[in-house]
């Protein structure tokens, strides 16, 4: 992600509300995808959800979930008059807030889920398509974290353009426990929200794809009931580590490609990081897929042994061989593929 900056030169992080320098309120203005520093507008009654103007003059409106619920710190611009911005409005289900505990569970998920649009958006990939189903989401919960759904089983999964995350995702000790007991090195709520995005953009990319998918990651129409059962019986084969990036990602081809889809974000997120912090050249942009993983692999190595100095667990604990980075290249390319063109390219 690049680095943010508040009108007065203090340096803001992307879920910033407020300058702790200069106080301003600040926000994510997602169609240029960068920080604004705003401020009332003098000309306009100053009423609750009235437009807040930046240093240029351009009006945006707080996103309708920051004023309810004081949970989005994302913008709409003036046009688009007031509402939920790009990232509210993909949410079919938000939690249950009448429980107390569910409004920072529901922080968590949407700090995810903003940097997994954030990611989406810089990649230029569509988030409501004219092929396949808009993308949307559904936060929500079972017996596992609430007595009073005992019935309800809710797996964090994908289904026709909805994504589920269960609220038990939310919670350290919990989902530390899944962790440990799938026998995971790691496991978070943006992996999550990463991975099953992949299952939305293969719905996009299939259609002629099948062949070019099948000989990189395997048949895709392979039973997959079957598939996952066998892995979650019997485990990864034990030279999962030759060919696929986790061992989960050995279950199925759909899932390799959705673990793999993934880490492509993951990378792309972590060397925009890398460049706007200085610790990369702006050169790294520009370069091949092949490239960058090359690029990758020495600054994950840097990352994990930054993390075993301060006492933490590896904070990229995978291996990319040569056959996992060309399912890396094929993601990258297909990825591409899929780009919205931009209003003057239409
Ligand atoms: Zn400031
Ligand atoms: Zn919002
Ligand atoms: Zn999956």
Redesign the pocket.
Known sequence: MKTFYCACGQQLFFDSHQCVYCQSRVGFAAAELDMVSLHPDVKTPQEEGAPLVDPAGRRFYL????LAYG??N?LRDEHEGPG??V??CLNRTIPNLSYPENHRRWHRL?QAKKRLIYTLLTLKLPLMGDVGPSLCFDFVEDGRSNVDFADEVHNTGYLAGVITVNLAEADDVAMESQRVAVNEQYRTLLGHMRHESGHFYLDYIRPGQEAAFSRCFGDPQRDYGQALQHYYEHGPPGDWQSGYISAYASAHPIEDWAETWGHYLHITDVLETAVSHGVLPPSVNGMSMAERIDIWRGLSLTLNELNRSIGHRDAYPFVLNDQVANKLVFVDKMAKGLRTPAPAEK
């Open positions: 996103c309708d979930n920051e949970n989005c994302w939920l911005c990232a509210c949407e």
